[in-house]
């Protein structure tokens, strides 16, 4: 008795907490087109496989950005990393083995967030300013060293593994999204590396004075983020079966959304790997439900910045409070 009066006790706590505001809108949103479009295969098991397949990308860079929200930091490079990163994994592929093409790629995204981490440490400027330099930076790169062409993958085991083929029946790129989840979520909740991360985004000067190695920190979660993002490039290039420059574009709003909304908190000290997930989906979901509504990409633009609005303003509030 004792033991069911805890858990319902815990469970009161949680559903009122700003963490289980995205169970509440996802069920909403779910609901809410599960009734407009009850004539369409909204509901299939085969439609939602396909909003994760979509989506893979987008949530293996929600995740990243995560770790980098937590400790106080916006990276905005990140979709200029996913162009770079796809594009110098393709030429590789053309040259050289699966093997070393895939680490070229990542080690593109590794060295950026490097780059940010310590560009943002030594200068002591903000996140915001100096990855909206590397971003053009990163994005020129791209253009120069693709010469503004698409780069083909015809490798079908490198296309099978990253984004196009099944594995087990079950599709590669669903199998990314629970890997890379559940990675983050142990890294997040269960060793001390996720404790420091919110440590030092809640309070630097504690997270210091407590023996934390601040910067050093920091500087992982900018590359965890840049290196998520240089992931979500190899996805994309084995889904779309090559790379182009304008891959990752289009996709920094969508991600910030997804995390912010999936209440991870856009000045530090609180993270939310699920809610990430959940969210990064909430918006596959939404642009799917707005896709066979009929509705423009123009329309669903607008969609996603209101829930950005809805998000920010959450979040700020919040801070006011507390």
Not at 39 to 67: E, H, K, W
Not at 132 to 145: D, F, K, P, S
Not at 268 to 274: D, L, N, P
Not at 294 to 321: D, H, Y
């Amino acid at each position: 008795m004792i033991t069911l009066t805890t858990n319902i006790n815990s469970v009161k706590k949680f559903a009122v907490k700003r963490e289980a505001f995205i169970y509440y809108i996802f069920l909403a949103v779910l609901v809410f087109f599960a009734i407009l479009l009850h004539d369409t295969a909204f509901l299939s098991l085969d439609n939602f496989m396909n909003i994760v397949r979509q989506t893979a990308p987008i949530t293996i860079m929600a995740v990243g950005l995560t770790f980098a929200l937590a400790v106080g930091h916006i990276d905005l490079s990140i979709g200029s990393v996913v162009a770079l990163s796809a594009l110098v994994g393709a030429m590789l592929l053309q040259t050289t083995g699966i093997p070393i093409a895939v680490a070229g790629a990542l080690l593109t995204g590794v060295a950026v967030g490097l780059i940010n981490g310590v560009l943002i440490e030594r200068l002591q400027v903000s996140s915001l300013l100096i990855t909206l330099g590397t971003m053009g930076v990163v994005t020129g790169i791209a253009r120069q060293i693709s010469g503004l062409e698409s780069v083909p993958i015809i490798n079908s085991d490198f296309t099978a593994f990253f984004g196009a083929g099944d594995i087990f029946g079950i599709p590669s790129l669903f199998i990314w999204t629970i890997g890379i989840a559940a990675i983050a979520y142990i890294a997040m909740k269960k060793l001390a590396f996720g404790r420091h991360l919110l440590a030092v985004g809640g309070s630097p000067k504690a997270a210091l004075a407590m023996g934390i190695k601040v910067t050093r920190i920091r500087l992982y979660a900018l590359v965890i983020s840049s290196a998520a993002a240089a992931l979500a490039g190899l996805l994309y290039a084995g889904r779309l079966h090559g790379a182009r420059y304008t891959l990752g574009e289009a996709d920094l709003l969508t991600v910030i959304a997804a995390v912010a909304i999936g209440g991870t908190s856009l000045f530090g000290g609180r993270a939310c790997i699920i809610g990430a997930i959940l969210g990064s989906w909430l918006m596959g979901m939404i642009n799917n439900g707005l896709i066979l509504s009929g509705f423009s990409t123009n329309e669903q633009m607008i969609a996603r910045g209101v829930i950005l609005i809805i998000a920010v303003a959450i979040g700020v509030k919040e801070l006011k409070n507390g």
